[in-house]
């Protein structure tokens, strides 16, 4: 099975700050990673796929990068509407696998 | 517009059954992988099983934690994705989603709400 780490676990930060969050992987994975986004109540929602590719309609403010075992999702300028809890997921191997999330609140 | 409708979900005893159905409209359900997820109350998310389409024989997958208890299928002709769930545990107390994976990216593009199971006694 193919466990995702990411870290930090919970972080707190200000509109505005640029924010990084890792992925790392205990297997090298090719192509099949993606983000998502869940706000309180609300259901999972695809920022990036294929490592690095922005989803439709999501703001160019998310990117993500990486290769091998490890991989980021950074947030350029982050606004009052990205406060949420972020996943990784493989979809490289069964089991599919997500990260333990992100949280990230408002300082 | 694509939309996932999960149903089925409740209370159920340590050990019992539970039957959740996904309707699906708003694309071609025959043409794409369906998976179910489960979101623990405040814990993250967990993958749980898939149901490959009928050009993949329909073959299923499932997570470790639910395989040999719970059987994935799906009807093509009713646009319905299932997940038949036995000897049901108090750690199988969750929300359920019925998602679709998009075949040209192999990303999970659409959620249902979810529907909550309550296994306890």
């Known amino acids: 099975d193919i466990q995702l780490t990411q870290s930090p676990s919970f972080l707190s930060a200000s509109v505005g700050d640029r924010v990084t969050i890792t992925c790392r992987a205990s297997q090298g994975i090719t192509k099949y990673l993606a983000w998502y986004q869940q706000k309180p109540g609300k259901v999972p929602k695809v920022l990036i796929y294929d490592i690095s590719t922005l989803e439709s309609g999501v703001p160019s403010r998310f990117s993500g990068s990486g290769s091998g075992t490890e991989f980021t999702l950074t947030i350029s300028s982050l606004q009052p509407e990205d406060f949420a809890t972020y996943y990784c997921?493989?979809?490289?191997?069964?089991?599919?696998?997500f990260g333990g999330g992100t949280k990230v609140e408002i300082k | 517009e694509i939309q996932l409708v999960e149903s089925g979900g409740g209370l159920v005893q340590p050990g019992g059954s539970l039957r959740l159905s996904c309707a699906a409209s708003g694309f071609t359900f025959s043409d794409h992988y369906m998976d179910w997820v489960r979101q623990a109350p405040g814990k993250g998310l967990e993958w749980i099983a898939r149901a490959r389409t009928k050009v993949n024989n329909y073959d299923t997958e499932y997570a470790a934690s639910v395989k040999g208890r719970f059987t994935v299928s799906r009807d093509d002709s009713q646009n319905s994705l299932f997940l038949q769930m036995n000897r049901l545990k108090t750690d199988d107390t969750a929300i359920y989603y019925c998602t679709r994976r998009r075949n040209w990216s192999w990303t999970f593009d659409s959620w249902g709400q979810g529907t909550l199971v309550t296994v306890s006694s």
């Open positions: 997921q493989q979809l490289n191997n069964y089991p599919l696998t």
